[in-house]
Structures are given as structure tokens and as C-alpha cells.
């Protein structure tokens, strides 16, 4: 069964440095997504993707995140200048059209020290 | 107001009991709806869709009721693997906005 495989699981950043976390969407799928879910607390939206550029995003996705296609397979979150506060789980998610549901990758656990 | 709101939870629950999960949401152009499954450290899982009409897989039956604003999920015969924290989901143009989920804990 295809699946969102998400890299690296566990990434480990001092404060101010920047980070990639990648992931490879299912292949036919068109709608692009990255979430962060800070432990014990919901699963928030940051951005979604579509069509080579961002549809939506929320408030938390500032200047400090930024998001790229560089390929025709690969969908990665590049956040710039991490803080402590960004330590959460970053989860990828895809989904073949806009109204079916989304399948999420495993995460990549982001721990700011 | 959240735009997707859960009953908070924990539920603490028998084994083989029957367990209600409800939620609202509050913009009515949301143009489709799922319950996930999330256990814990992991990622969101589809449980199901969730349709007008209601639709059922096995133990479990989902609800929607598109005036009220309003979508239930049932599961009944509760197992221990059951555990976990259920998200309701909604999606909205591009967006898909989750709940906070309800934690459920089957006790043996």
C-alpha cells in the first residue's frame, strides 16, 4: 500500500540553526501538507500546497517557514532560526483531490535544545 | 469559537461497552468530514469517512448531520485495542482542520 514516508524521524538542533525535514508524498496524490502537533497538545495546520505553491496557510507558518517542490517527488519544510518552542512532531500529509481524506507520513520528531 | 470542537475526554470505558464521540463545527462552506484514530506518539490515522447518509464499518458507525452542524461517531463491542485518541476532521477548501481529539481508554 503506498504511504507518505517522512525524513529524518527524529531530528535533533541547537537553537538558531535551521532545519530540512522532507518528505515524499504518495505519488499521484496532488495536495500537499505540513502539521505540527507539540506533544499532549492538537494537531495544528501550518501550510497546505497545491499546484506548485501555497493554497493556505496559517498564522503560525511566518517568515521563519518556508515550503518547496524541488522535485517531482519530494515536499520539504525548511524552518529557519529554530527557538525551543518549535520543538514538536511535524507531520507530512497528502491527498489525491480536495475533498478525499488525507494520509499522514510518521513524523519527524523535531527536538530544539 | 474553534472551528472544530470534541468533547474533551479522557473517556475511561469497559470492555464491550458501547462509546459515543461527538463533534461539532461552525463553518458551514466545510465540505467534507473523517474521524481519525491517533495513538499515542503517532500519526493520524483514517478511521472513516463520514457521510449524511451515515455509514457503517463493522463496530463502528458514523454520522452527519449537515443543519446542526454535527458528527458522531459509535463504537460499539469496545475492544482493549480500541485505546487511543480519536480526532474529528474537517475540510474546508484546501484547509483540513482537526480537533483537539477525545482521549478513550478500554479498561480491561
Known amino acids: 500500500e503506498p504511504e507518505v514516508t517522512q525524513t529524518p524521524s527524529h531530528q535533533v538542533t541547537q537553537m538558531g540553526q535551521e532545519v530540512i525535514l522532507r518528505c515524499v508524498p504518495i505519488?499521484?496524490?496532488?495536495?500537499f501538507y505540513w502539521y505540527r502537533q507539540i506533544l499532549g497538545q492538537k494537531v495544528e495546520f501550518l501550510v497546505s500546497f497545491y499546484n506548485n505553491e501555497i493554497s493556505e496557510k496559517s498564522e503560525i507558518f511566518d517568515d521563519q517557514f518556508s515550503v518547496e517542490r524541488p522535485d517531482g517527488s519530494n515536499f520539504t519544510l525548511k524552518i529557519r532560526s529554530t527557538k525551543l518552542e518549535d520543538s514538536a512532531m511535524y507531520f507530512c500529509?497528502?491527498?489525491?483531490?480536495?475533498?478525499?481524506?488525507?494520509?499522514f507520513g510518521q513524523g519527524t520528531r523535531l527536538t530544539v535544545v | 469559537r474553534k472551528e472544530v470542537e470534541q468533547d474533551p475526554g479522557p473517556f475511561n470505558v469497559p470492555e464491550g461497552a458501547t462509546v459515543a464521540f461527538n463533534c461539532t463545527y461552525s463553518?458551514?462552506?466545510?465540505?467534507?468530514f473523517f474521524w481519525y484514530r491517533q495513538d499515542c506518539r503517532k500519526e493520524p490515522k483514517l478511521l472513516m469517512s463520514?457521510?449524511?447518509s451515515g455509514n457503517e464499518d463493522g463496530r463502528f458507525t458514523a454520522q452527519l448531520n449537515r443543519a446542526s452542524q454535527y458528527i458522531s461517531l459509535l463504537i460499539r463491542d469496545s475492544k482493549l485495542s480500541d485505546s487511543a485518541t480519536y480526532l474529528c476532521v474537517v475540510n474546508r477548501d484546501d484547509k483540513i482542520i482537526f480537533g483537539k481529539g477525545t482521549r478513550l481508554h478500554i479498561l480491561p
Open positions: 505519488s499521484n496524490h496532488l495536495y
Open positions: 500529509a497528502s491527498r489525491k483531490d480536495s475533498q478525499g481524506s488525507a494520509f
Open positions: 463520514v457521510y449524511s
Open positions: 463553518n458551514s462552506a466545510s465540505q467534507s
